[in-house]
């Protein structure tokens, strides 16, 4: 078999396809079918500060919502819980794990976070 | 070895009802609500039922629909159930006979309400179960959180094997919103209560193709009795299947249950027969006499129908010779409300065939409206039970002074087993988080502990500052008080909000020796003396530790803004000594971690840091040993002058009396003056507007904005201002419209002003030189609240400009209009009530207001106060509520009323025109009354109508005196929400709008059920994330005013006056003006959108400007002058929609549960912005209709 290996940032690649920042690497599962397709590492959306501060401003915001009481209603929205910080959150957390393939990450601090 | 849950008695019953159901179809109501929520949330969360299936859950449009749904689902062959109570309950009894007549087996767990009489109230007694009596359902009573569990699951077993329908209740508030610790049913003992044979039979009989069969027949006096008595057998052998299920259950999970449970002494002489949550309480009671050798003893009786008479008679004691039957509802005009009625009916029988000798058997109401139930009242009974000649019938609870049935009781009676519980107090705001805090705290001690635990919370009325009393209770042994924390037994009693200090007896419930804990800002060594002297006397005469905090610092220390629930909660465990304090701490710390844990690691170590820096801060203080008399009184009092009824009714309630109220105060029919909200003065707002009359363009915007009419103007003549307190701000008018002199005000009611800061941002003048001040602007309340209360005192004297003068077509003129609503307890900021505080301006003195329940009729008019008031002349809004459902038809009788008394008026008129002289006589019939001008014209008319007819002696002339005041035009407004509008009242509403009456309809439009918590409703939009649609409401809006317009003949316009004002204020006009129907649907921003109400008027331009809220008129008139009638008043969208759906959280919120479906309903809800305004293009450039002209 072909040696397609090579170096991208400091990271040694198994092959160059390395699928760019787009709807494809949105979703964990999807990301899973990458990885297994053979992409040797994804491109991930950036995060930005400001993005994650003002989900952190919704979660306040459905808290404070669960807090209004009154005598007729307990919170104007549905259970918070069930927002639970959502899918894109979640799918950011566990690819923040896979973060040996982020090349945004160089290869300097440790491989897997 | 049980898990135990710490849950409160909807969510207990929920949770069984969940597990045996296929088909939930619901509407929410209070206080069952939170049933059907956690159904809702269940199902989002793919949890199965008992057969691996997620329930279908529907909301419907009214209860009646909800009953149709579920008939339709049962005789389809799916399990199903429901939730509800009170109205709704009501709603549902013409399907509940259906349901009974053909044995079809069901579950309607219901939380008990009082159902509306002379008022409405949200509070449990039993009087909706009890209206169902006759309905052919079995009625299955819990008498607590365990039980409201427990029953759930034993009904559904019943049901299932004896299919007659089981209606399962508990007390409404009491039971259904305790939160108790209860041994959980586990899934598996609902696997094995239900037997799928039956489930089996259920669906072997339900309607099928495969198998046809008619149900649902119509017969004749042939054979319909013969039907009816057919089923006997079934009624005859339900009692059995109901115990024997209650067998079932008790081999399963040690808790046995009778139909008719004894609990007393074996030789008891006086028993109380008692149904609900009062069993508690009189248990407790029980116990505690018979400790002192008392032959008493209580008989629960669980299942009302079928009656079980046998088991009635096994379980009372023949010892007994005085029964007291108590009855949670009353049946006005019968010999005796209903367990009363069947009880002696039984035990007369009884004895009539010799089987026992008959007691004396007395009959007491209790407990309406969740009025409280102590073990002092119980002793009471028992006590008159005792007596030479017990009362045969009796009240307990009140202070009868009418018809003087009531028991005295005393107040001071404490049992053993209270003594032996902690409680604990805490007083806190509705939205400051000290309800969710306490809920936390009881989950810890619960979990953490052995230790039984008990809340239950007390809301007053308001929707803004509004006041929470969270009753908490702990202890070794079950905990059966069903009844408040009595006076001087709390240990522990804390107050969130310093306000409170100066308004409320915060200390009655502490018992000597106590803990009061104080959330204050000022330093420790100011403490003392800020408190109100009262208090200080309380705090010393009591002996009590006095804690301090000063939990907004805290919080901002903390980076948490002002929330301080984790605060307090923190200072209860630190000094309460409830759970060893390190262990307390680390388990706030995880309660901490598992609500932000997934969620926020910011939000977490947020608060981590608080609970740290709370031990910090938090510290007793040093009681001075003597009284002295340093710092303020309490808050002062109301002015002495104020009319009879506020003094020995209104301002009592205020207090927090009412409970002390006797009989007598109450009026007999439900009618109240109006205005008395003014006296409330809550004081609730932080900061106050303060008017910059140099900048001001006097353009009357932050006026037309305010939701509570706390911000005013008034124009008047120069003389007037010269009695003026000194910084009473007015500036000459800038209109020449007006005469030379006149100055105008802006002035605020500091006292009642909520602080929502709309009217800053609605404000559209800036300081050039420094562009964050404008004309009005926030500023503490503290330096200002005096002076500002005697300016606010003072512009209030001003005389009213006079009215014809005032350019009411513009808004600088209309904001000039004294407001007839005011000072509501809406929420800050309410998109509802600007709203109906215009028609007010506008026309309040000819008001005829049918109001349908929801948010506006419960800051409309719940006790005790009204925001509705008169003009200086006595006139105003006269306001009534009657249902939910029926507001239109409601609405059109008054206009119905008011055309016959007019008609019949004008005919007396022309019968005494030669008395009355044929001028006048012509002039009062043919008034032209459609401004306001002619209606004042008219008055005069009718005064002088009025003198000519005292000294008549024509014989009609009394008859034409008492109608004479109908000659005066009434303006009918019908007034609602869109859950009315739309959903529950819609049939109603078409059928008025289809007719060609004079009435206005208007229809404030949140998009939601915003009264009942935030529930889907058929105005929600697509895209939206609320109860019910918790994937995000994937069907469009209706389009109410597209519906309205087609009928031709009614005025109907959309508005929004955080938009467009003008637009606003010239709709309301023209819909009055207009002779036939007319429909105002105003978008009301509202707290369940998720957007903070300081941007009310933001939101409203965007949701303009995006296309979300369309600003349409339909004018009729214009079709008969041969303009198309149809017009569009907003641009087309120059925002896309995504913009505003992602400002509010009940849209943005989609994308973090459902990411893929945000998007798709995002990019729907575009096309159907889009769609809409190219209809109403199409519809705005179409020629008016031949059928129009």
Redesign the interface.
Known sequence: MIDLSTDYLGLRLKNPLVPSSSPLC?DLDTLLRLEEAGASAVVLHSLYEEELIA??A?????????????????????????????????SRADVVRLSPWSPSLGGTIPRRL | MPRYLNLDGNEAAARMAYLGAEVIAIYPI??S??MG?WA??WA??GKPNLWGAVPRIIEMQSEAGAAGALHGALTAGALGTSFTASQGLLLFIPNLYKMAGELTPFVLHVAARAVATHALS?FGDHSDVMACRATGCALLASNSVQESQDMALIAQAATLAGRIPVIHFFDG?RTSHEVAKIEAVEEGTVRAMIDDRLVAAHRSRALSPEHPVLRGTAQNPDVFFQGRERANPFHDAFAGHVQAAMDRFGELTGRHYRLADYVGAPDAERVIVVMGSAAGTVEETVAHLLGRGEKVGLLKLRLFRPWPREALLRALPASARGVAVLDRCKEPGADGEPLYKDVLATLAEAAADGLRPMPRVIGGRFGLASKEFTPGMVKAVFDELAAQAPRRRFTVGIHDDVTHLSLAWDGHFRTDASRRLQHAVFWGL????T??ANKNSIKIVGEATDLQAQGY?V?D???SG?V?VSHLRFGPDPIRSAYLVEEGMAGFVACHQTVFTERYDLLAHAAPGGVFLLNTPQPAGDVWTSLPAGMRAGILSRGLRLWVIDAYAVAAKAGM?R?I?TIMQTCFFAISGILPRDAALAAIKQAVDK??G???K??ADLNHKAIDLTLAGLRELEIPGLLDDAGPAAAAAVEAAVPDFVRDFTLPVFRGEGDRLPVSAMPPDGSFMTGTARYEKRNIALEIPVWEADLCTQCGKCVFVCPHAAIRARAFDIAAAGAAPPTFKHVAAKSKDYPDGTRISYQVAPEDCTGCGDCVEACPIHDKSNLSRRAVNMAPVGPLRDAERDNFAFFLQLPEFDRGQLKQATLPGAMLLDPLFEFSGACAGCGETPYIRLATQLFGDRMLVANATGCSS?YGANLPSTPYTVNGAGRGPAWSNSLFEDNAEFGLGMRLASDQLMAQACGLVRELAGELGSDLAQALVAADQRQETGVRAQRERVALLRDLLAISEHPRAAELEAVAEWLIRRSVWIIGGDGWAYDIGYGGLDHVLALDHDVNILVLDTE?Y?????QTSKATPLGA???FS?GGKATAKKDLARLAADYGHVYVATVAYGAKDVHTLKVFHEAEAHPGPSLIIAYSP???H?VDMLYNQRQQELAVKTGHWPLVRHDPRQAALGAPPFRLDSAPPSLPIRQFMDSE??F??L???H?EAAARLATAAQDEADRRFRDYQARAAAPASPKQE
Request: charged share 25%.
């Open positions: 949105k989900e952190d919704m979660t306040e915001r459905f808290l404070l919502h669960s807090d209004v009481h009154d005598g007729e209603s307990a919170g104007f929205l549905p259970d918070h819980g069930i927002y639970n910080g959502g899918r894109i959150r979640s | 209070t206080p609500s939170s929520e809702d949330e989002a969360q949200i508030f509705g939205a400051d988080g309800v969710s919370f809301y009325s308001k929707k509004a929470t803004g929330r629930n609500t932000y997934k969620k926020s910011r939000l419960i939601v915003s009264n009942t918590g935030g994330v609320a109860k918790a509202c707290i369940a998720g959280t009940r943005a919120m994308a973090r549960s990411p």
